[in-house]
Every structure is written in C-alpha cells, then in structure tokens.
C-alpha cells in the first residue's frame, strides 16, 4: 500500500499529500500506529487486515521520483506490481470524489508516472483522491498542489482508507462500484 505526497513538515496538509493523509488515517483505523519505520526511501509500517499482512509505504524522495522508493521497497519485500495499491492526489477530479483504477496511464501525475517508468508496468490498482482543478488563468499548477488542501478535498481523504479496504477484501470490482462516481463535489 503506497500513499504519494511529499516529506517535510511545510508540505503537510497540500493537495499532493493526499495520499500520505489517507495513508496515515488508514495506518490509524487497522491499529498500525504512526509510520515512522525507514527502508528505501521510504518511512513504513507493517500491519494485518483480514489475516493478510500489508506494508504502508510514504516514500521519502518527493512526489516526482516516488517509483525509485516504491521500486525498491517491492523488491525488498518481494511484492509485484499487480498487489501494490497507491493513493494519491488528482486534479482532474471534483474535490472529495474518489475514483478506484485497475491498471491504466499516469494521466499526468507525475508520481505515478515515475512508478510506471521505475516498475515497467502499469498494471497496479490505484485510488484517485479528487482534489479539484486550479482556475488556469488564475493559479499555477504547481501553486495549487502545493497549497493547502480545503475541506471538501480532505473529505475525499477520509473515505479512501475504506476504499482501501473494500479494494483488498473485496476486489476492484466491488471498490469501483462503490467508490467511482459518489462523493461530495466541489463547487471550485
């Protein structure tokens, strides 16, 4: 389980931390604790959901390099693409929708596009966490990602570790049917 953002305490509660926040109230709802432990680049915990251990992974080389970490880290622990999930942030999405992936591009996020490039594979479920588009005549993208995330995004925040856990109790099938297409929308 890998949740995109970037390290450091100015980055926090952004946009691009989405994934690092759904991460951690995951971590917090199967008793994990704080993810504090360090490999690869990456601070991690391990945990049990349903008698499956799963690893939760933040990597630690900011957001545009995140597949090195997750490279590393699924070599180091033998996982192969098609059981790591991540979670992330995405523009393209009303702010607090949720919209579950099987597999597929990197739509333009560049995190996911390092994990596409460092795995060599895109076949990996992802969890999109929406957290609006910025006003193009207004706001540099980069601008917006880095600011801080407002209450409807962070609604999308809460729900996803459930998405998580249908996803792996579940299958992909049943988080899609449930996820894809409900949730708050924002008027941005």
Known sequence: MVGLGNPGQKYEMTRHNAGFLALDLLAQRLGAGPIRQAKCQ?????????????????????????????????????????????????????AGRLRVRRSGSAGG????????????????????????????DREDLKDFVLDTLDSDAYEGVKR?????????????????????????????
Not at 161 to 177: H, N, R, S, Y
């Open 42 to 94: 990456s601070l991690y915990t391990c945990c049990t959901l349903e008698g499956r251990s799963l690893l939760l992974m933040k990597p630690q080389t900011f957001m545009n390099l995140s597949g090195q970490a997750v490279r590393d880290m699924a070599a180091a622990f033998h996982v192969p693409p098609e059981r790591i999930v991540v979670v992330y942030d995405d523009i393209s999405l009303p």
């Open 160 to 188: 996803a570790p459930e998405a998580v856990i249908t996803l792996l109790c579940q299958g992909v099938d049943q988080a899609m049917q449930q996820f894809n297409g409900s949730g708050p929308i924002s008027n941005n």
């Open 109 to 136: 996020h560049n995190g996911i596009k390092d994990i596409l490039y460092q795995l060599q594979s895109d076949q990996f479920p992802r969890i999109k966490i929406g957290v609006g588009a910025p006003d193009r």
